[in-house]
């Protein structure tokens, strides 16, 4: 194969194949939405896409700018309040996987969208818990996609806004009615997914292209690989395609008024 | 029974300096033509609560209007930061503001239960996040049938709340439709309400499960055309989402943010 | 995804002896074809759940299904006592039955509290009711926030809920309208759940907040048509107020009872 | 006058003049639903009726005979969940009044739907609380309404469903967030109220022709009359119009399929 695809699209590919059919997921906006939204034009269409606006079991024909645009209400099943969608929908345990992002990633996959440097005194203030600390405990499991980068991968978050597994890797320990947390996270370099015992994000596969450098290089903690590190399968051109038609319907749609 | 009012003299009359003030809209119909109002009639000290301030709350902190913002996601949505927020909080222009902060579930059920005229609301929140520590509002309790440890949060119960909505009747009773947010819930939690419409019709056209507030559950109903813009209202207008990339370049900086802040709330008084 | 089942198939597979079951539907779109197949099939030990127990947990009482009864309220609405109902409390025909009573306001924060996942309600409820007294599962929790005492009950999580709604799209999601109850909530706390529908459509035609289930929280859609009479489907046929006052007299005596059980219900299967 | 009426047409027509104009009326099925829809076909066209069954500011043409009849629905504002009535209408403070019937009321009208005799072996079975227990502490005030005899009128309920003043007539004190309670009882006899100091029932005022003896021998207990005792207005020829074809409507209609 010698198709041309870029770092991004690959991203989105590979976040797309880790849904499958059928699934309930509770989309959060930007990465997660587009590669939600790429695996029900491809291998999922029955997959059941929530976004916490309160649009259940919506089918965008663009990717929505924000949580809350009118595309994800006219083409969802049925739109309820924000109350029922937090109560019934997430917490009474209907979400299958939570698909989240976030600015901040630390080795055992808690999650920081709150600030970096103090909370007193912050250095960069960034826009808050939202609907990720519930979605990553009442949903079943859940993903996660970002790029990769030294600032984003961190050893240690200065501020758990989101649950992974805690500082310690021990967070969902005995904790009744919690779902299973991170089960793999989606980068633009590699898959991640936590050790079975520690809980310690390992790469479990390298992108075609990517070295086990590149992703040592942009993440920032001695990061380890997995003994059977796979070769994440490349993007088809179908999947290149329907992807960048998305892409190009919303770019027109999000420039005009 | 609500009341017609001109959205001059609704403000005027129930937002008053320090009160508590929920304008709501989770994207959809958010109260935008009120907010400039309340920024207009130079309201200070305001407690804002908002589960997602976006822009209308950035203009209002930029505009002097916050004392307090109490929300659980405070971005400009798709776009970025709210840089008037982020001034405030991180360098204390034009004022320093403090910021109480939660998660979406702890808002949504919280404003659930003002609206239930409860004074918490128990829901399966906060496992392992942080936000308990810079939150002293957020507190555990035991169930007493399971044990099992649950979250609880202080119901919200503002002295006033504002929404936007598609329409009125003649008597006042308002219907929201589309996404409907916590906006039902704001409404009934408040002291106070001020409800914007699109247009005052004959017949709701409603149907038999429609997110209807009646009249009485409202203090006041004000005409606002287009009053949701940049937002937008199902089955009137579409969202600019052109003007929430544009909001990033104004309110990257003060003396821009200043600028169009004279030319398009303070002048547009004059135009009224 | 919702199976498209018999109402023969769906009980026989999600209703077992023993099972906690949700029956809903208030005064509107009660389950009356699927609580008949209950009979039939002559289903024993069941713990019966329902806000207002009507002439349909009357039926199954008078039939020997039931071994408990939770409930609010058990009347013939607007015409009496329920006979089968009193005569098994008061005299234990056809055996006796344990009853665990509620208010309406607690059941409904129970449903709610079900549907949300959670072990328990909060509520401002049960003050100076005597109610507490014979049922222990109302307990009261202090606000951590206030001190204020406020009731406390365990959430309503069946083992199969069973409503009848309007109709369902080719998927199985399923239209509920009008009067809605506690119908989507009985739905969403129980682990599995029956919908009977009055008939399948291409297109379901909601408005955008209608109460819709969607097919993925249902285990199996079966059509019956009428399947609510006496009761009423909105939109589809009326009330038979006739004989809910009928009823009265059917249910007093154990014989007219009986012989109406046989000609109505267990006779009923031949023809189907 | 010498208008002809029945002792439960004054009752229905007394019950119905006590609901004010605008007030907001949380209806219970029967003589309170009577009374209420009575009241907003004469003097009080603005009187917002709700039922339990979710039936936001109803105007049925008939009266129904469950409190979920689709008449209700039909001629409703909106139809909310049950949940949502019981939580955001009635707890949430919405409602100016209770309007209830009951099987037994005691002299601090404490109000029993519960069951004759002994819990766990009662004598007779009654259908339960229903709506009463949170409508008679989350109402603003509560008016009840049945007929007048000594096995309704009891000086100790068998059983406390629904608090009126509680047993030593103080169930209310020092309670946060209840309403007033109680604050008028309209029978085919009488109309009472409690005493201000003590919350005994006693009786303000007479129906026409009605004795202090008749009352007396249809209470259960040593009844009180107020000092300055009032004769209740009789009935007006256009109150008794409308009652009457209320009730011929309603009896047409509950009476075909």
């Known amino acids: ?257 | 029974m609500a009341e017609f009012l001109s959205l001059h003299d609704a403000v005027a009359r129930y937002v008053q300096d320090g009160a508590t003030v929920a304008m709501e809209g989770f994207t959809h119909l958010i109260p935008f033509a009120a907010g400039h109002e309340v920024i207009r009639q130079k309201k200070r000290d305001l407690t804002l609560i908002r589960m997602t301030p976006d822009i209308i709350y950035d203009q209002l902190i930029g505009a002097g209007c916050a004392k307090k913002v109490i929300f659980s996601w405070g971005g400009n949505p798709g776009v970025g930061s709210l840089h008037r927020l982020r001034d405030a909080v991180e360098k204390g222009w034009p004022h320093k503001i403090e910021i109480l902060e939660h998660s979406h579930a702890a808002m949504a059920c919280a404003f659930e239960a003002g609206a239930a005229g409860l004074p918490l609301a128990v829901f399966r929140g906060y496992i392992g996040s942080e936000l308990p520590s810079v939150n002293d509002q957020i507190k555990f309790i035991e169930c007493p049938f399971t044990g099992e440890r649950l979250a609880a949060v202080p119901s919200v119960r503002p002295d006033v709340s504002i929404v936007h909505a598609q329409r009125a009747d003649r008597q006042g009773n308002v219907l929201v439709e589309g996404i409907v947010g916590v906006q039902k819930e704001a409404v009934l939690a408040a002291k106070h309400s001020i409800v914007t419409v699109e247009e005052i019709v004959d017949d709701l056209k409603a149907h038999p499960n429609a997110c209807v507030i009646p009249s009485w559950a409202i203090s006041a109903v004000a005409v606002a055309e287009k009053g949701a813009l940049p937002s937008y209202t199902h089955g009137y207008y579409g969202r600019s989402n052109r003007f929430y990339k544009e909001w990033d370049v104004i309110a990257r900086d003060r003396d821009t943010f200043t600028q169009w802040l004279d030319d398009n709330v303070y002048r547009a008084e004059e135009n009224a």
């Not at chain 1, 590979?14 to 291998?43: D, K, M, Q, W």
């Not at chain 1, 949580?67 to 929908?89: H, K, N």
């Not at chain 1, 806004?161 to 009615?177: A, C, I, Y």
């Not at chain 1, 980068?187 to 450098?213: A, I, N, Q, W």
Request: hydrophobic fraction near 35%; charge should be negative.
């Open chain 1, 1 to 257: 194969m010698s198709l041309e695809y870029t770092a991004s699209e690959m991203m989105s590919v590979t976040a797309a194949r880790a849904l499958e059919n059928g699934t309930t997921c509770f989309v959060g906006i930007g990465l997660p939405s587009e590669a939600a939204n790429l695996a029900r034009l491809t291998h999922a269409p029955d997959v059941v896409l929530i976004y916490e606006s309160g649009t259940l079991q919506t089918k965008p024909d663009i990717l929505p700018l924000s949580i809350g645009d009118g595309e994800l209400c006219e083409s969802a099943l049925t739109t309820v309040a924000v109350p029922e969608m937090f109560r019934y929908w997430l917490q009474g345990g209907k979400v299958n996987v939570g698909f989240l992002g976030t600015a901040q990633i630390d080795r055992f996959a808690n999650l920081n969208t709150t600030l970096i440097g103090d909370y007193k005194a912050p250095k960069v203030r960034l826009p808050g818990g939202g609907g990720a600390p519930e979605i990553a405990t009442n949903a079943g499991e859940v993903f996660i996609t970002l790029k990769h980068s030294k600032r984003a991968f961190v050893k240690d978050v200065d501020f758990v806004t989101t649950l992974g597994f805690g500082r310690d890797g021990k967070g969902r320990d005995n904790v009744p009615n919690i779902g299973k947390g991170p089960t793999r996270v989606i980068t633009d370099l590699c898959v991640m997914k936590p050790d079975p015992e520690t809980k310690e994000l390992m790469v479990v596969s390298l992108h075609p292209g990517v070295t086990r450098e590149e992703v040592m290089d942009a993440t920032g903690w001695e990061v380890r690989f997995a003994d059977q590190l796979e070769s994440t399968p490349e993007p088809s051109e179908k999947e290149l395609e329907i992807l960048r038609e998305l892409k190009a319907r919303t770019e027109r749609a999000h420039t005009g008024e």
